[in-house]
């Protein structure tokens, strides 16, 4: 597994909604997606790049693996 892209914030959510989760609602800066029982939010400041760790906390929270994520983001 190589280094994980720099996303924006609002390119995760988009990502997100691609892989089935929906924006449940916005509560101040974060927007929550929901997908079944995974609820994941995304902090939305502008449109910064999500830093990494806040990045490998959204993939743990949505249950996916870097591998998968690094995969279906060049999709």
């Given amino acids: 597994m190589g280094k994980l892209p720099r996303v924006s914030e609002k390119d995760m959510i988009r990502f997100l909604e691609r892989q089935g989760f ?6 101040g800066s974060h927007h929550i997606l929901v997908k079944g029982s995974l609820h994941v939010p995304v ?5 910064e790049n999500l830093r990494t760790g806040t990045l490998g906390s959204i993939l743990r929270l949505a249950n996916m693996k870097p591998e998968e994520f690094e995969r279906l983001w060049r999709v």
């Fill in 22 to 27: 929906v924006l449940r609602r916005v509560r």
């Fill in 43 to 47: 902090p939305v400041h502008g449109n």
